[in-house]
């Protein structure tokens, strides 16, 4: 069987306080972009990995679909498998790519096999593989609070815009992001500007929180952030811990146009909602 893991970006992301096991409270809208991987599950004489596409960085042994396997596996008799996949969607670029191939692995598999599975069980196996990848297992536009495991439905409505993604090949660890950040309480929270402004109004009031201590390091981002409203877009942003800007821009703006407007050493990405 095949699927398409598809990226997502933040809308908007408040770190608001540091937990005691090490992780942080964030509150941020997570949303689907159809930036896609291509991952295929076939049973096999034995259950292998094998990547194409963009290099993935660390022991194949340890990617996050084989971890996902081995722990359905253990609980849920499965056949071996070998996992395939396409890598497409930028690595370590806060569109978190390989937490939904490590969802859309649990998803796969439940299906393939017949394991019935409820949304709630594979949400709770996502959150074992890392605290972006069970958004992945509803996929749909959501406020994400707590360690970014916990949902509540949001009135965000794009539709008549336009995103364009851009990647500017830089690598920024995640862990590294949360270390460098000062948390706070917001004076407006994402969900409150999410649903009370219109879209034009989000610029100065919907910020990333990690854009503050990553653009000094990065001026780079920082630029790419700025270019992305000199071409137009009503709102523009960093996802999640980078490097990625999204633009979001009006129905109407030529899109593909814009697009060429970027550097060709970056990846980017243009999508309809
Ligand atoms: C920042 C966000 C925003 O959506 O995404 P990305 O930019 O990575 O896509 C997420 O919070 C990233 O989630 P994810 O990349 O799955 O992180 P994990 O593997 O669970 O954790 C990696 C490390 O990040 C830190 N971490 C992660 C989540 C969180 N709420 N607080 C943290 O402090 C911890 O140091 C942890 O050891
Ligand atoms: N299938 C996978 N795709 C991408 N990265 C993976 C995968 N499996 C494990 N990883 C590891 O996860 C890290 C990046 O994860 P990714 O989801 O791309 O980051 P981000 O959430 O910042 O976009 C890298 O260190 C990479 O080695």
């Not at 295929?40 to 996902?68: Q, W």
């Amino acid at each position: 069987m095949i699927s398409f893991p598809n990226a997502k970006i933040n809308l908007g992301l408040d770190v608001i306080s540091r937990r005691s096991d090490g992780f942080h409270n964030i509150s941020s809208v997570f949303l689907p972009v159809d930036w896609k991987d291509a991952l295929e599950i076939v049973p096999a004489a034995e259950t292998t990995f094998e990547s194409y596409g963009i290099h993935i960085p660390g022991n194949p042994d340890s990617n996050l679909c084989l971890k996902a396997y081995h722990l359905l596996a253990k609980d849920y008799p499965m056949p071996t498998v070998r996992i395939i996949l396409e890598k497409i969607i930028p690595i370590g670029a806060g569109l978190g790519g390989g937490s939904a191939d490590a969802s859309f692995t649990l998803k796969l598999l439940n299906e393939q096999f017949d394991l019935q599975l409820e949304e709630a069980a594979l949400e709770s196996y996502a959150a074992r593989l890392g605290s972006d990848c069970p958004f992945f297992i509803k996929n749909q536009p959501i406020l994400a609070t707590g360690t970014g495991i916990t949902f509540e439905s949001v009135n965000v409505d794009l539709l008549g815009y336009q995103i364009l993604l851009v990647n500017p090949n830089i690598h920024i660890g995640t862990a590294e992001a949360y270390a460098g950040i000062s948390p706070r309480v917001p004076e407006l929270s994402v969900k409150e500007i999410i649903e009370n402004y219109e879209i034009k109004a989000w610029k100065g009031l919907l910020k990333n929180d990690f854009e503050a201590s990553i653009f000094p390091n990065h001026p780079e981002i920082s630029k790419l952030k700025e270019d992305m409203y000199k071409a137009g877009a009503v709102y523009a942003s960093m996802s999640g811990s980078g490097a990625t800007v999204y633009g979001i821009f009006e129905g109407d703006q030529k899109i593909e146009q814009i697009k060429e407007g970027f550097s060709d050493s970056y990846l980017k990405h243009s999508s309809l909602l």
